[in-house]
């Protein structure tokens, strides 16, 4: 009898909607999405980037990126600005209403990791976060 369960990208799938309903059900007063906190994770980290840049940090490509950016400046919370060295593009700047929300924002994914990190031995998270990290590389 066929169970979905056995295969890797059905858990995976699994385990991503969990991580969403953590985030979505706290970003919710900030009226931010999950894949919004991506970028503001990625933009926390260093901003003044171009969308390129930030699809690189996010893996997402700059038709995406665009649409969530529309909707972030939308709701104040990133702004785009003229890049000098290259008039075809814009660099994506955090606005002040980011940065003072940010801390507590930013702090979901650190809750996420705690509870994630409370169920498993270190050793565990080890191999864990390099089955990740090898996952998330693109294919030779």
């Not at 600005?81 to 075809?88: E, F, I």
């Not at 955090?94 to 409370?118: M, N, W």
């Not at 565990?124 to 990290?133: A, S």
Request: proline share 4%; net charge neutral.
């Amino acid at each position: 009898m066929y169970d979905a369960r056995e295969h890797i990208c059905f858990n995976v799938g699994r385990v991503m909607r969990k991580v969403y309903e953590h985030y979505d059900s706290r970003l919710a007063p900030f009226n931010l999405t999950t894949p919004q906190y991506m970028v503001f994770a990625a933009l926390w980290m260093g901003d003044g980037i171009t969308i390129g840049e930030l699809g690189q940090r996010v893996s997402l490509d700059g038709s995406t990126i665009t649409g969530i950016l529309d909707r972030m400046e939308k709701n104040g919370y990133v702004e785009r600005r003229p890049n000098a060295g290259d008039r075809r593009s814009a660099l994506v700047h955090l606005t002040e209403k980011a940065r003072e929300v940010g801390p507590q924002i930013i702090k979901f994914a650190d809750e996420l990791d705690d509870t994630i990190r409370k169920r498993f031995s270190s050793k565990d998270m080890v191999i864990f976060e390099r089955v990740l990290q090898e996952l998330a590389e693109p294919q030779a």
